[in-house]
Structures are given as C-alpha cells and as structure tokens.
C-alpha cells in the first residue's frame, strides 16, 4: 500500500512539474532580456533628427516674397512662431485632459476571461451536520479541472462620481488658465517683434552709411600715418587726428556690430529659415496719445477685466475653491453599485450563465479624524490663491501706472530724438556740401558722418522703446491686435487685421479701453 501510494505521488508530481517547466523558461528569458546596456545616440542619429525637426518647423510656413511689413511680420509670429505654437499645444493637453475627466463620470464596464487548471480534482468530503461524524458517501468532486470564467459587468461608484466630477471642474479651469498664459505668451512674442523690427529697420538703413563712413574713415587714418611717417604736420598734432579717427570707428565698428544680430532675430520670431535674408518695409511712425488721454480710472478698469495674469489667478482661486469641495465629498458614506453578466464551463454547474447585481455602502472612520485637518489645508490653499490674486490685481494696477508713464516718456524721448537727428542730418549734409568743394578735411567730414549715423541709431532706438513700451501697455491692459478667432484666419486676411490694429496704435488700445 505504501509502495503504491509513493508511485502516486512521484506520477502527480512529474505531471506537475512538466507544467511548471515552460512557465520557469518563459520568466528566465524575460529576466534575461530585461539585463540592458545604455545605448548613447550615434552622431548619424543626430543629424538625421536634425533635419527632420528642420523640415517639422517650416512644415505650412509661407516663403516671404518681397519686403515684410510691420503687421506681416506680426501675423507671421502669431501664426508660425515655435513658442506660440507650443503654448498652442499646452492648451489642447489641457483641453483633452477635460475631456477624459468627463468619462470618469461614467460607470466603469469591465470584461474579464480566465482559464483554470487544476493538476488534481477538487474532491471534498462531507460530515454529518448534527452528529459532526464522516459521511459514509464515497468522496465527490465539485468542480472541473479545466475550465474558463468569462464575466461582464457595471460597476457605480457614487463617491468616484463626485471627485471625478468635481475633477473635471478644475481641469475646465484649468483649460481657462492654459488659454491665459497663451495670451501673455502672445503679448510678450508681439513686443519682441516690434523691437526686433525696428532694430532690423534701423540696421537695413544704416548698414550703406556706417560702411561708406568706415571706409573714409579708414582712408583718412592712412593718410594721416602717412603724414606722420613724412613729418608733415607736428607729431601731437597727427597722434591726435589719428585718435579721433580711431575713436570714430569704435563706435561705427560698435554700432554695426550692435546691428548685426536685429535680421536674426527678427527672422526666429517669424519662424523664417536660419540665414534669410530679410528685407523690412518701414512705416511711417503713427504713435498716437489718444490712450493717455483716457481716464486712469478706465484703463485700471480695462485691465482687472482683460490682464492675462489676473485672469489666470481667478481661475486658480476656482481651482482651489474646488479643492474644497473634494475634501467634503471624502466625508460621505461610499456607494457601491454593481451588476455582472457571468459564464463558466464548469460542466458540474447546473446553471452555466447567471447575473449578479449587488450593491455596498462603506465609510471610512478615520476621515472622521482627518477630515478638520483635510479642510484647513484646503481652506489655506483657498486662501493663499485668494492672496495671490489681490497681489496681482495691485501688481496690474501698478503696471499700468507704470506702462502710461514709460509710454508718454519714451513718446518725448522720441520725439526729442527725431528733432537731434534732424539737426545733425542738415549738418552732415552741409558738411558734404563742403567736401565736395574741398573747403574741409577728411577728419570733419567723418565725424560728422558718425554723429549723424549716432543719431539716426538713437532716433530708431527711440522709436523701439516708444512701441515696447506701447507694447507692455496693451499687455497690462489685455488689449490685443488680433484674437484667437482672427489667429485662425489666412496669413494674408490676418495681415490686415493687424495692420487695420496697428495703424490706429494707441487709438485702437485707447477705443478698447473706453468700453464699458
């Protein structure tokens, strides 16, 4: 008897272990395959992706044909500008994380298959009830040793439906304030194309007389080292002529050198190709008061109602007010509903195919302990975005103070620097005058190229200031050149939005501010 128990067992267990000997080679290959090395990038590999992103960056640009506009290079950064276009992309990942907290909302369907084996027979053995005694009925088997167990069901959480519902509230904020930050993004992107414009203006109109100033520069110190080397003139005499030629072109070789970088820029703003060569159509400077003659009270008005900032700290202040809302959800009772569609191939069940339909209450006890803790927290966050927002407010407040005063200012600064190159225009003009009449030296004549070209540059400047610092006042102020729906619009169509926009400069910010 034990002998044949004993062969038994060793039967049983060679059928057991041949069953587990695949199982054992599949988990050895995949802990052999998990054992990787560090695979660094290949130089190919980075060239490659090279020109793919370069081909991906200027996939839909228009090519520039003829000189661009100040609204044309506008309409182009709003439209193509990489940066724009990832807080583009920001917005929709917040977009579509709303619309996957909807379905959360919903009850959860779950299928579910499964295979059972069994090495043996489930047999079991049964007592008497009464007497606890061993039944005399031989062993009997209740369920097959194959078998498989397929299941549908609808599971409601009702405490899942109040979070995730609440969820989805903030993620709508959340959309909100992604479309805020895109406007502020957009705001300092326009700013930055206006003085990269007007810097690329200035370089395209000075870059002939800076050249053609540094070559009579450059004779004139020849000429002057050969008079020295002839003792022409007494030595001090010539050291100084020579010093101011040479301090000359420091600052000609200073201000190319400043200029030099403007076409650049100006060409990454718009998401032209690396190294174009851009020509830029100047417009006449229409810089307007009309808004700093609207009243402080209306343009402070404008700008709690339309700054980007200050919206996005409201949304913030829903966000956490939400927040809140959660914590109180947590301290309800958790219902549970569920109904499943069940089968199995049991062929010892009498009934293959059932449904079950249950339904579970369940608190926890120990958010009775926490819960006061939960909602101070959330009522400090509710407060510290309450205080954010009345920071900001006073922030924007300020700014617009700010942005009227640096405005009017860089308008006289302007204005006075016009008036100073207009000066020293008529000056240089009569000074070739002369030099064609061979009535001055080469020393007077570049000087006064260098001081007229100097104030040329600090006209431009000026003008640059003038528009960034309009530029800031219509971002403190929420006032746009174009809107999200108008971004959408061909380049051409958005171009004379803009320039409809730009023409009125402040009298457009200043119509949009007088609006209730």
């Not at 909602?375 to 205080?387: E, F, M, N, P, T």
């Not at 700014?399 to 009227?404: P, S, Y």
């Not at 009569?430 to 001081?451: C, D, F, I, P, Y």
Request: charged share 20%; glycine share 4%; aromatic share 4%.
């Amino acid at each position: 008897m034990t002998n044949f128990v004993a062969r038994a067992f060793t039967a049983a267990a060679l059928r057991d272990l041949r069953l587990r000997l695949p199982m054992l080679g599949a988990l050895l290959l995949v802990s052999g395959c998990a054992q990787l090395t560090p695979e660094p990038l290949r130089e190919s590999t980075l060239l490659t992706q090279a020109r793919i992103d370069r081909d991906s960056a200027q996939r839909g640009v228009e090519p520039i044909s003829g000189p661009l506009s100040l609204p044309q290079a506008m309409a182009r950064a709003l439209k193509y500008n990489l940066d724009r276009r990832s807080r583009m992309m920001e917005e929709a990942i917040a977009l579509g994380q709303l619309d996957l907290s909807t379905f959360d909302m919903l009850p959860r369907l779950m299928a579910s298959a499964g295979y059972h084996h069994r090495s043996e027979n489930n047999t079991t053995r049964a007592v008497d009830s009464v007497t606890g005694a061993p039944s005399l009925a031989n062993p009997f088997i209740s369920s097959s040793r194959d078998h498989t167990l397929s299941d549908v069901g609808a599971t409601w959480n009702l405490l899942d439906f109040g979070l995730s519902f609440v969820s989805a509230q903030q993620n709508a904020n959340r959309v909100l304030i992604a479309a805020e930050r895109r406007r502020k993004a957009s705001h300092i992107l326009l700013q930055d194309v206006r003085t990269a414009f007007w810097r690329t203006a200035s370089a395209q109109k000075l870059r002939t007389n800076i050249g053609r100033s540094i070559a009579l520069a450059e004779e004139a110190l020849l000429d002057a080292r050969k008079a020295e080397q002839e003792r022409l003139r007494s030595p001090i005499e010539s050291l100084r002529y020579q010093r101011q030629l040479l301090e000359n072109l420091r600052l000609l070789e200073g201000i190319d050198q400043e200029l030099a970088s403007a076409q650049i820029e100006l060409a990454s703003l718009v998401n032209a190709p690396p190294g174009s060569a851009l020509l830029v159509l100047e417009p006449a400077e229409q810089l307007s008061e009309s808004i700093l003659e609207q009243p402080i009270d209306v343009l402070e008005t404008t700008a709690i109602a339309n700054n980007a900032d200050l919206r996005e700290q409201h949304y913030n202040v829903r966000v956490a007010q939400a927040e809140t809302r959660k914590v109180y959800f947590k301290m309800f009772p958790n219902l549970n509903l569920n109904a499943n569609l069940k089968y199995d191939t049991d062929k010892y069940l009498v009934h293959n195919s059932w449904t079950e339909t249950g339904a579970q209450l369940s608190f926890n006890l120990l958010n009775l302990v926490s819960a006061p803790a939960q909602k101070r927290l959330a009522d400090a966050g509710v407060a510290l975005a309450d205080q954010r927002r009345v920071t900001m407010q006073m922030a924007v407040l300020a700014q617009v103070h700010l942005a009227c005063l640096y405005y009017a200012n860089a308008l006289k600064q302007f204005r006075r620097a016009d008036a100073i190159w207009s000066v020293d225009e008529r000056i240089n003009q009569h000074s070739a005058n002369r030099a064609q009449a061979e009535s001055q030296g080469k020393l007077e004549q570049v000087s006064n190229n260098t001081t007229a070209i100097l104030s040329l540059l600090r006209r431009y400047q000026a003008l640059a200031l003038a528009h960034a610092a309009l530029s800031k006042l219509q971002a403190a102020l929420g006032v746009e050149p174009a809107t999200e729906r108008q971004t959408g619009l061909p380049l051409d169509e958005l171009s004379a939005a803009i320039e409809a926009s730009v023409r009125s400069n402040g009298q457009g910010a200043a119509a949009a501010a007088a609006k209730p």
